[in-house]
């Protein structure tokens, strides 16, 4: 059974929800009701995207030697 984390469209509070059901539907927020919360992307899926080499965006991993041409990442 997978856990899904949900932010509120209208209050901006953040609750995770079991899904027992595949299909079952987001649930309303537990904090005003609202329905229909943005579906958060996972915490694994995130950590993947903060390692992605960022050459041109000034944040190289390697130290900012990029920044003389010579990035070892690309
Ligand atoms: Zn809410």
């Not at 856990?3 to 299909?23: G, S, V």
């Not at 993947?48 to 041409?69: D, F």
């Amino acid at each position: 059974m997978p856990i899904y984390e949900y932010r509120c469209r209208a209050c901006e509070d953040k609750f995770a929800h079991l899904h027992r059901r595949a299909d079952e539907p987001a649930p309303a927020c537990p904090s005003c009701g609202a329905a229909a919360p943005r579906k958060l992307f996972s915490v694994f899926s995130a950590s993947i995207a903060v390692k992605t080499p960022s050459c041109s965006l000034g944040k190289c991993p390697s130290g900012g030697s990029c920044k003389t041409g010579g990035c070892p990442l690309g």
